[in-house]
Each structure stands twice: as C-alpha cells, then as structure tokens.
C-alpha cells in the first residue's frame, strides 16, 4: 500500500494573537477524496495555504507523499475563491465601472490569450483546453477580455486552468462559487473523471452538492478537524440571535413614483453581439423580484443599466423612479436612490479600508471614506456595527477579514444609507450555511417595512421568503416573468 498523500500531525498556527488551528492533524490516504466545512473565519482557506506551502511559518509537521506510478504533476495546486487576474501591464489597478467601458477594456488579456498563456507557462496542450471548454459551454467567450467576465465566467476560467493542470493533490477553494447549476453538475462529473486518473481532491465548500468521488466530509471547528458525515448535525451551523432592524431602517424611504424600474425594448450590443435583447420589464414599488438564469445570460449587465454603470443605458428606453435616463439625473443622484452589493464590487473594493470606513462609504457611493460624517451618519453607523456585530472589528482591515465576514460589511454599507431600491447579486457567494441564513433573514425584515428588491442567485434555496416576482434571463432574452402571488 502506498503512503498516506498528506499527514498532518499537531499542527498550530495563527495570526498575532488569533489561533487558527491548534494541535491540528488529519491524513488523506491513496483513493480518498474530501470536502472540509466549517464556518466562515474557521481556517478552512488558512489550512490550505498551509498544504500548498503559501503559509509556511507554522509549528508542527506536514508530510505530502506524491506517487511515483503516477504520471500527473508533483504538485500541490490551491485554487482560491477568486481569480485574479491583472493588466497588460501586470497591474490589478481596475474600477468597477471599467467592465462596461469598451473604451478601456483592452488593457487586458482575452480569454484565448490568457489560456495560451498558461499553456506555454506550463508546457500543456491546448487539445485539453478545448475539450474543457466545450465541457463548461466556453467556446464563445474566447475573444472576450477578461475584464468583462461575470464572476461566475471568471470562475469557469479559473476551473479550466487548473483540471487542465491535473495535479496529484488539487484543493479548491469554493469551486462552486457563482456557477449555475448544470455548470456545477458538469464540474461533479469532470472531478469524478480526474479521480479515477490519480487526481486526489480536497473541496472547500459548505453546499451539500458535491461529486459522487467525495466520500470523506469533514469540519473545522475550534482548530480542530472532525470527520462527519454529510447529513450530521454539526455542519448544521447555530442560528444568530436576532436583533431588530436599526431604528433608521425600519420605515423604507417612500418612492414619489410607483414605478421604480421601466425598461422598453432595452438592448446591449458588442459589434455584432447582443447581450440584452428586447428587455421589456417594470419593477413597481415594494415589489420583490428574484433574477436567475445560466451563467451569461445578461444579469450582471441588466444591473449595470439599472446602477448607471453602463454606458449604453442613456441609449436605451429606461425610467428610473419616475425619470427617463438621460433627462437630467446624474449618475450619483440615481446611486443615491439605489443599495447594491456584487461579486464585482467586492472584487474592485478597497481592501486597505478597514470596516467602519467601509460601511461609512456607502453614504457617499465611493470606495473608501473621503468625506467627514455628520452626526446623523455617524449614529446610522454605530447603529449597523453593532447590528452587524462589528464593534470589535470596526478598525480592522477587510482583507485580514475572512471573505464572509468582509461580504457582511459590504451588506452594511449597501444599507446604510437606507435605499429606495436594494439590488442584491449574489450576495451570499462566501457565506457559510449560518451566515446565509441571518442575511436572508435581514432582507425579509427590510421586505416586511416596503423595501423594493431585485435579488440574483442561482439557487431557491438561498434566496430569502419574501420574493414576490421571478424574471427568468436566457441568452439575453427574457424567458419568463412570473408573479408568485398570484
């Protein structure tokens, strides 16, 4: 029998004062395939840096076993929740609005070039691309740049890149983050397939939608791994106690116009391409609508008409509380109006902000604090902080934060400045089981006092109980509007 792959025997490690893993050991045996939960802030993320040697100033020891009847690569490959990617010029300096500025896209790489790129760098063949991109339906994103990828697109590509690689020991962190599901379906099947070449898997993900490979499930808890089974309790994360909305938030702001959102033939061409095609859609005042469809299918690009983000809405029939764009609003008198958290804006954020600087910035729709608050804004803020609870990390940077954490406070500063419209896409990516349920639970209070909402997501489950309308987005068309109430 050949040694055990990984063996992990006492390990600690933590930041500053903070331990993180504590006396930690765990072995990964040949044939065997794991998924690690957890709670968001648990280590999940940190004890696979540590695997990969990103993080190597820990105390204890850690033994990797790489096969020498394999052909694969000796190699540990950790795939973080995010892609990153980066100019021509090898700078990550972008702004959020850029995606939709063809102006200023080129300062990036397409699709086509950044796999070339990657096959070159690691002496590959491009044959195991194609059918890759075949797999995940990429074929015609090849020509586009990187930067105007969705978050799930950018996923996609990030899971190309690595099965490409085929690695002995490949950890992927959140794999399912923004895909749709028939992508996560092919993305289950395509890990069993690598699995059966030597491929040993280890996912980092809460969602019980996994590969039928994955016969080993686990947790970290208290520093600690504990194998469980899928259905055990203790992935089952303790509920928050609820607190009731801030004062401010109670009584949304009245809108002088009962429609909120009106689209009239609405369309968004690239050359040739058409994103958004024949967009006929009103959203009225305290109506709540969840938007789905496939990855590519124009939802991030129908906010962006909605957020003033893209260019091509002056061009378009659109009316946005009561006002035809264009007929003399600024962009930031309509942001003023509108709450909004993306993958995309997270992305784009300023992570050297700390929080309560972070959540103070969505009083002025900027990416970090500018601008002195009033007194009023300064008690909205208190008020969040310790709603969010936030007071012990007011002063914290959010890149020491865990992801779910930092989406947390982006929540916070989406609501801060209590929005006519809250428009929410994706807004539980990196968010464990616990988390997702206190979001949702927020958003059904804020329904309750007359918020109007447009919420995107992939999946019912996650979705909060007070939807009232669905709009079903396919190839840039609308599919179906339904009212649920009725």
């Not at 695997?51 to 694969?72: A, M, Q, T, V």
């Not at 300096?93 to 080129?106: D, G, V």
Request: glycine share 6%; hydrophobic share 35%; proline share 3%.
């Amino acid at each position: 029998m050949e040694n055990a792959i990984l063996k992990i025997t006492n390990l600690s490690f933590g930041y500053q004062q903070n331990s993180v893993l504590k006396d930690f050991s765990w072995q990964i045996n040949a044939g065997e395939n794991w998924m690690i939960k957890g709670i968001s802030g648990s280590g999940k993320t940190t004890l696979a840096k540590i695997i990969s040697n990103e993080i190597s100033n820990y105390e204890g020891s850690l033994e990797i076993n790489f096969s020498e009847k394999k052909s694969l690569p000796k190699q540990v490959i950790y795939v973080p929740n995010w892609f990153q990617f980066t100019s021509l010029d090898g700078q990550q300096n972008f702004y959020y609005q850029q995606r939709y500025n063809k102006i200023e896209q080129n300062d990036t790489l397409t699709v086509l070039a950044e796999l070339k790129r990657f096959e070159k760098k690691e002496n590959l063949t491009f044959e195991k691309a194609e059918t890759l991109l075949n797999i995940f339906g990429f074929d015609n994103f090849k020509n586009q740049q990187l930067i105007e990828l969705s978050s799930g697109e950018h996923k996609k590509l990030q899971l190309i890149k690595v099965l490409w690689l085929q690695p002995q020991l490949l950890i992927i962190d959140q794999p399912y983050t923004g895909l749709d599901i028939e992508t996560r379906r092919k993305l289950n099947q395509y890990i069993d397939e690598l699995t059966t070449k030597g491929v040993t898997f280890i996912l980092i993900n809460n969602d019980n939608d996994n590969p039928d490979s994955i016969k080993h499930f686990a947790e970290i808890k208290d520093g600690k791994l504990n194998e469980i089974s899928l259905s055990d309790d203790t992935i089952k994360n303790v509920k928050k106690e609820s607190k009731p909305l801030p004062y401010f938030l109670q009584t949304n702001q009245q809108s002088s116009s009962e429609s909120m959102i009106q689209m009239k033939n609405v369309e968004v061409i690239y050359g040739t391409k058409k994103v958004l095609e024949n967009i006929d859609w009103e959203v009225k005042s305290g109506e709540k609508w969840l938007v789905y469809g496939a990855n590519g299918s124009g939802k991030s690009t129908l906010l962006s008409l909605i957020n003033g983000d893209h260019p091509q809405a002056y061009g378009n029939d659109i009316s946005l509380f009561g006002n035809k764009r264009g007929s003399g609003e600024s962009i930031w008198e309509i942001k003023e109006k509108i709450g909004m958290i993306s993958p995309e804006l997270h992305w784009y954020f300023d992570m050297n902000t700390n929080v309560k600087q972070a959540i103070a910035s969505g009083f002025f729709d900027s990416m970090s604090l500018y601008q002195k608050l009033d007194f009023e804004q300064q008690q909205k803020l208190e008020q969040l902080l310790y709603f969010f609870n936030l007071q012990e990390d007011q002063s914290k940077k959010l890149k020491t934060l865990p992801i779910g954490q930092q989406r947390l406070v982006l929540l916070a500063r989406t609501l801060v400045k209590n929005p006519k419209l809250l428009v929410l896409d994706e807004p539980c990516q990196g968010l464990d089981n616990e988390q997702i349920h206190h979001f949702n639970q927020i958003i059904d209070d804020l329904a309750a006092s007359g918020q109007t909402l447009i919420y995107v997501a992939h999946f019912h489950s996650q979705i909060p109980n007070c939807i009232s309308h669905q709009l079903h987005l396919e190839k840039g068309r609308i599919i179906n509007k339904t009212n649920k109430t009725n």
